[in-house]
């Protein structure tokens, strides 16, 4: 017997997210790396059960960037996934959502690291797999050019 309240539970392997490019003045983009990991990658964190993907994005930005966002001003470009650079034999689902920022941000909670690098290239960092073989290509696909 199944009960109308309950929710399609997710695949134990799966770890949804919700995920932002983060767009600073110069155009740059902002990467994290958590504390005792080596990869970068998007800010954002994971998705608490009965929270809105904005809500989760809002929450996480706070907490981990002392950044506070407008969740309107949030364009959302869509679902990605990859697999998890720091929990083997998972997957990571990101919602994904385009945020362009002025204000200052600093590391808190578990973020050790942050770097502003170009869209274009990677900043000669180790990036996690999502950020750097599906949200970066894919960001560098949808922005204009200056050729």
């Not at 690291?113 to 180790?126: A, C, M, P």
Request: net charge negative; aromatic share 6%; hydrophobic share 45%.
């Amino acid at each position: 017997m199944t009960r109308s309240d309950q929710s399609v539970p997710v695949p134990t392997n799966i770890i949804r997210i919700a995920a932002a490019v983060l767009i600073g003045p110069d155009g740059r983009t902002l990467l994290v790396r958590k504390r005792g990991t080596q990869a970068f990658m998007q800010p954002g964190g994971k998705i608490d059960a009965h929270e809105q993907p904005i809500e989760a994005l809002a929450r996480e930005l706070e907490e981990e960037l002392a950044l506070k966002i407008d969740p309107v001003r949030a364009t959302y470009l869509g679902h990605f996934c990859a697999p998890a650079v720091n929990e083997p034999g998972f997957e990571v689902q990101a919602e994904l959502f385009l945020l362009h920022i002025d204000a200052d941000v600093a590391p808190a909670a578990e973020i050790e690291e942050v770097q502003w690098i170009d869209s274009r290239g990677d900043g000669g960092l180790t990036l996690a797999p999502l950020t750097g073989e599906v949200i970066l290509p894919f960001y560098r696909q949808i922005i204009p050019t200056s050729d």
